[in-house]
């Protein structure tokens, strides 16, 4: 899900910075309101763990590769504010020292990933709790699962209208396939395969990390 530099257009990735850098400062203001020092060292470890899962990517069809990203285990354990902080500095750290991402493309990078998943997630589970669906470990699956389907998505949709919103003598200045290529090049695989995976391991990390460290949210 990491977009590098040049298959963005700089419009796109000017949008992408303002709106991630508006999220990110939200959730930084109401992280530090709530984090104390047990916390905040839980949630270095925790980052720590998110940055070593999304360095090993593995290949899917059609040529790409996938990883998982431990955000959604991350977002229950300490909330979406924690895991946006989290998630972002280590997007962040990817970025700028092992070239994971792009410079340029980080903000779109940041937002698909540090600030979308912790928001579907919260957001899928209150509402799974709203319909009365008791039952934790399945609110959990099923939340993890959307909001990885729903970063993938973002991603395909950002890449795919690059071809269509910016073209030069009808050839594409950027990335060069459309939406009926990229959805489905990245929709397949996490939907089939990665989306399943992520929510499955945070089915079974949340509850031993969460009495290991006595983590209370």
Not at 7 to 30: D, M, N, R
Not at 52 to 81: Q, R
Not at 176 to 187: R, S
């Amino acid at each position: 899900m990491h977009i590098p530099d040049g298959y963005l257009s700089p419009q796109t990735c000017v949008t992408f910075y303002a709106a991630s850098t508006v999220a990110v400062g939200f959730a930084f203001a109401k992280f530090k309101k709530s984090v104390d020092e047990k916390t905040f060292v839980h949630l270095s470890v925790a980052s720590a763990f998110t940055f070593i899962v999304m360095m090993f990517n593995f290949p899917v069809v059609g040529g790409s590769s996938a990883h998982i990203t431990g955000i959604p285990l991350i977002t229950y354990l300490f909330g979406p504010f924690s895991s946006i902080i989290a998630s972002a500095v280590v997007l962040i750290i990817q970025a700028l020292l092992f070239r994971d991402g792009g410079i340029l493309a980080l903000g779109a990078n940041v937002f698909n990933m540090a600030v979308a998943i912790p928001l579907v997630t919260i957001f899928v589970d209150s509402i799974l709790k709203t319909a009365n669906l008791k039952n934790e470990k399945v609110r959990m699956f099923i939340s993890t699962y959307i909001s990885i389907n729903m970063a993938a998505l973002l991603t395909a949709v950002e890449l795919g209208l690059q071809p269509i919103l910016f073209t030069k003598a009808g050839k594409p200045l950027y990335f060069m396939y459309d939406l009926k290529t990229t959805i489905p090049a990245m929709m397949v695989p996490h939907l089939l395969m990665v989306g399943v995976i992520e929510a499955v391991l945070t089915v079974l990390l949340y509850s031993p990390l969460k009495n290991f460290a006595k983590i209370k949210k």
